[in-house]
């Protein structure tokens, strides 16, 4: 069966710097996608990034960048230069197998961005 | 990226009433729709799969007669809520999954109160 681990209940960081945000996830499946979501408080879930298990490369969208590594099974998120506005839910998900598959999600860390 | 339109957002109903909730994929065909339910400062919790014309595949201890699913196009799910109770209250998320790309794309979210 599929999971997906997030630790850190809440993380705290400083305006303008940078954050990891840790996922572990567990799999037996070779063809798995992993997502990262950001849910502020008015619920709506937003894309941020995603890293495919065959992807050679590390994802990078902007200011956040997925640091996968596979043989430890972790996709942890990083998000440079903080902002006031990246004050939110941010979950970590996987998709096993095909498009049609279900996507699970790990249960979330709140982040909040200190001025 | 694609838009998925989820109606209503907020809903109040009597104890013992029936609720349904409408996920729309605007711009895309989704063959396959999520529903999630998500308790207040908790994670989003797969209740079933859905698949266009064809029976909606519910998680373990989802009760397929309370939360009838149906997936009658390619481009609109609904979730009824059956002889709603107060513990039924919660925040309800649909996705889409768009045929082209598997990426997953969430609707806004339907938060339902029942009294």
């Known amino acids: 069966a599929q999971k997906i681990t997030q630790t850190q209940p809440g993380m705290f960081v400083q305006e303008k710097e940078a954050v990891t945000l840790d996922c572990t996830y567990d799999t037996s499946d070779p063809s798995y996608g992993l997502f990262w979501y950001k849910q502020p408080s008015s619920g709506e879930m937003i894309f941020l990034i995603y890293?495919?298990?065959?992807?050679?490369q590390n994802a990078t969208e902007g200011r956040y960048s997925l640091n996968f590594q596979k043989a430890r099974k972790s996709a942890n998120l990083v998000i440079s230069a903080s902002q006031l506005g990246d004050s939110a839910m941010y979950f970590c998900?996987?998709?096993?197998?095909?498009?049609?598959?279900?996507?699970?999600f790990g249960a979330g860390t709140r982040l909040f961005v200190k001025a | 990226g694609a838009v998925v339109s989820q109606h209503p957002s907020r809903v109040i109903c009597k104890s013992g009433t029936s609720v349904k909730i409408e996920c729309r994929s605007l711009d895309f065909q989704a063959t396959t729709m999520f529903w999630y339910r998500q308790f207040p400062k908790q994670s989003l919790m797969l209740m079933a799969t859905?698949?266009?014309?064809?029976?909606?595949?519910?998680e373990q201890g989802v009760e397929k007669d309370k939360f009838l699913i149906n997936h009658a196009s390619l481009t609109l799910s609904t979730l009824t809520v059956t002889s709603a109770h107060p513990e039924d209250s919660s925040f309800y998320i649909c996705s889409g999954t768009s045929q082209n790309t598997g990426e997953l794309f969430f609707g806004e979210g339907s938060r339902l109160t029942v009294l």
């Open positions: 890293q495919g298990s065959y992807d050679q």
């Open positions: 998900a996987m998709r096993e197998g095909g498009r049609g598959f279900k996507t699970i």
């Open positions: 859905s698949n266009e014309g064809s029976k909606a595949t519910y």
